[in-house]
């Protein structure tokens, strides 16, 4: 009887874990519903309308500046994170002694723990200032800085994933490579890469998927001016800094306003879920191939 | 065919290409604790609405009472008598005022010369404010324009009484207590509710269930929570805990919200523990006659203890650097007093420097560097702590 307490509570316990879950898509479907149903409302105008501005008198409906936003931020992290992060991967997992490896990653750790209220203190008061003494037309909320910085948040994230996919690529396939008379460079370029390739694809999906639903560093350094653009200068607003700019302001629960941050957080939860499980296959394929 | 030697040198240049990257994130990492950290000092020309005077360190230094002591330096140079002052010091209501619109700060440089005391009140009108390199290269010029009645601090914004002040609308005066407090209230509630809600689970998971669809469906979902946006949280803990529960912007809403953020974090640390713990444990047990939760609690849990605190530790850090769910869930800018309860209103050391970098006066970014080297600093023992753990009692079976 006793054991079966323990099991049953045990269990509970387990299961508040899915039950987030399904508050979140309750919480998030609810709210979500009640925006659309809005005679205000249209979903063709949502995904296809090309000005957002739930805050104005005059109010639009087009999620696609926010989501230019979001990307324009997004690919300039990537362009930054997945390069630096791979090639640092290739690095701990290739060159480095494991006391020297081991490390090195204490060291990326730490920079993955930063807090990002102080990576985007870091993008506002110091990248954009020095930005700013070369690249003329720079705003002072800008795109382009707090893309920088994502990258260097994403960077341990895709170099330390991306290095445990290579190192648990078996030896025997290097050492193939090295009973041919390949140089340590091909056995890397052409061997342990495409053998790990799946597992790093899953970790600059990771990372994008991160990056995507990172908050903080675009809210203090992007700005919150939604317009659609792809120009690194200027002024924009992501899906996540617009959630922080209608739940900080002072629009009353239940209006139009404050139920469109809800529908801007579905999306963004809908397209961070398909990120992660696309991510999850390709981890379970490359474990099924090596391990 | 390639000669051995452009063999060679092409090597060398990958080795420098895939050497640099990670280099590079070290000084990224620099840079950014230097520029904090240089953030925190700042050269101001000020016009002060007090005596204007300063005091050498020796004049103000007493090991007891060294702000009382500084204070009746002060006021004796406004011309203030003994008795008058002997008066504001007894009354503790004019002492606390005082207290909170003066502070005694122990200035790096005062005009040409270093290590002064100055009583700075919130009334001293700022005339410039100069990063601590820009300032020191034009420091000479700075003393050349100084107008009568104007001095040239190098002050540092981080110091002891920080922490002892309430936030104000004047950067000069504000303090870290109710952020530091409403943190460390937090962290604490988090802990208490997440701990054994993520290690009960991790136990479930790794000791009890079968492998079912439903053993399937809770990890898959465990991964998917993983990855879920941390801003997703805040709107949850503010639909369910703030609105639906009726708590309000209160210390228990943020615990719950950011337990639930760190729960998925702490059960995969928790279940990587108890999956190390060698099955012979187990079966010598089973086989002394103990229970199935006997096992789980007696023999596998004491064993995975001090991985699964290593891990907790890393998911309390990450809590504690948490901003964006909490902006969400109401933690404010200024709150009324210092949290008290888990029912109190609160405000959290990211969010403070969350709002601090948001203020236009330029003089606020000083005091949220200030804030930003505390939060480190709080993460960086949290940090220190996990990694001693590690090595301490760092097992292998």
Redesign the interface.
């Known amino acids: 009887m006793r054991e079966r307490l323990v099991a049953v509570a045990l269990g509970a316990a387990a299961w508040v874990t899915v039950l987030t879950t399904i508050a979140v898509v309750a919480v998030l479907a609810r709210e979500t519903f009640a925006f659309f149903t809005d005679p205000l409302v249209s979903v063709v105008e949502f995904f296809t309308g090309d000005r957002w501005t739930p805050l104005f008198l005059d109010k639009h409906f087009g999620i696609s500046p926010l989501l230019a936003g979001t990307f324009l931020v997004t690919a300039i992290a990537m362009l930054v994170g997945v390069p630096l992060g791979i090639a640092s991967a290739i690095y701990l997992s290739e060159y480095a002694t494991p006391p020297v490896r081991r490390r090195v990653k204490g060291v990326l750790e730490l920079l993955a723990g930063i807090p990002t209220v102080v990576l985007g203190y870091f993008a506002l008061l110091f990248v954009t200032p020095w930005l700013q003494t070369f690249i003329p037309g720079l705003k002072l909320f800008n795109a382009l800085s707090a893309g920088l910085v994502m990258g260097f948040m994403i960077l341990p994230i895709i170099s330390s994933l991306a290095s445990d996919a290579m190192i648990s690529v078996p030896n025997s396939l290097r050492e193939a490579g090295y009973g041919l008379g390949a140089s340590k460079l091909d056995v890397v370029i052409k061997i342990v890469l495409p053998a790990a390739f799946s597992g790093i694809v899953a970790a600059v999906i990771l990372a994008f998927a991160r990056a995507v639903g990172e908050t903080m560093i675009v809210t203090l350094a992007a700005g919150q001016r939604p317009i659609l653009t792809l120009d690194p200068r200027e002024t924009i607003a992501t899906m996540t800094s617009f959630i922080v700019q209608a739940a900080t302001g002072d629009q009353p629960a239940g209006s139009l306003a404050a139920r469109s941050l809800y529908a801007v957080a579905s999306v963004l939860f809908v397209i961070t879920l398909l990120l992660n499980l696309v991510s999850q296959a390709l981890v379970r394929r490359f474990r099924e191939r090596y391990e | 065919m390639t000669t051995a030697s452009a063999?060679r040198a092409?090597?060398r240049l990958?080795?420098a290409?895939?050497?640099?990257?990670?280099l590079?994130?070290?000084a990224?990492?620099a840079?950014?604790v230097l520029?904090?950290l240089g953030?925190s000092v700042s050269w101001q020309v000020v016009e002060p609405a007090g005596s204007g005077s300063s005091f050498s360190v020796a004049e103000g230094f007493r090991f007891t009472g060294t702000w009382e002591r500084v204070v009746r330096l002060e006021l004796a140079a406004r011309g203030e008598s003994a008795e008058e002052v002997d008066a504001l010091l007894a009354n503790s209501e004019e002492r606390r005022i005082f207290a909170a619109r003066n502070r005694v700060e122990l200035m790096w440089a005062v005009d040409g010369q270093p290590l002064r005391w100055v009583v700075t009140s919130s009334r001293d009108k700022l005339i410039s404010d100069h990063a601590l390199v820009a300032g020191a290269r034009e420091r000479k010029a700075l003393l050349a324009e100084l107008r009568p009645g104007q001095h040239l601090y190098l002050n540092q914004w981080l110091d002891g009484s920080i922490f002892g002040r309430n936030t104000s609308r004047s950067p000069l005066v504000a303090g870290l207590a109710p952020a530091l407090l409403g943190s460390l209230w937090v962290m604490a509630l988090v802990i208490l509710i997440a701990v054994?809600?993520?290690a009960?689970?991790a136990?479930?998971?790794e000791e009890?269930?079968q492998d079912t669809w439903a053993a399937r469906?809770?990890e898959?979902?465990?991964?998917?929570?993983a990855?879920?946006?941390?801003?997703?949280?805040?709107?949850?803990g503010?639909?369910?805990f703030v609105?639906f529960m009726r708590l309000g912007p209160v210390v228990l809403a943020a615990a719950l919200t950011l337990a639930?953020l760190v729960?998925?974090v702490v059960?995969i640390a928790a279940r990587e523990a108890i999956r190390a713990v060698p099955d012979s444990m187990r079966q010598a047990a089973y086989g002394l006659g103990a229970?199935?939760?006997q096992v789980?609690f007696r023999v596998v849990l004491p064993a995975a203890l001090s991985s699964i605190v290593t891990g907790v530790i890393?998911a309390v850090?990450?809590a504690?650097?948490?901003?964006?769910p909490l902006?969400?869930i109401g933690a404010a800018a200024f709150v009324p007093g210092l949290p008290s309860s888990p029912m109190s209103q609160y405000t959290v050391l990211?969010v403070q420097?969350?709002s601090w970098?948001?203020e236009n006066n330029p003089e606020f970014?000083h005091v949220?560097?200030a804030g930003?080297v505390v939060?480190?600093c709080v993460?960086a023992l949290l940090?220190g702590v996990a990694?001693w753990l590690r090595r301490k009692f760092e097992r292998r079976w």
């Open positions: 063999r092409r090597g990958f080795y290409a895939v050497l640099t990257p990670t590079l994130a070290l990224v990492l840079a950014l520029d904090v953030d054994p809600l993520g009960a689970a136990i479930y998971l009890y269930s469906a809770i898959v979902n465990l991964r998917n929570l990855g879920v946006p941390s801003i997703v949280y805040g709107i949850l503010l639909a369910v609105r639930l729960v998925p059960v229970t199935k939760s789980a890393l850090a990450r504690v650097g948490e901003t964006a902006l969400l990211p420097i969350y970098v948001g970014a949220a560097s930003i939060l480190l993460l940090y990694f």
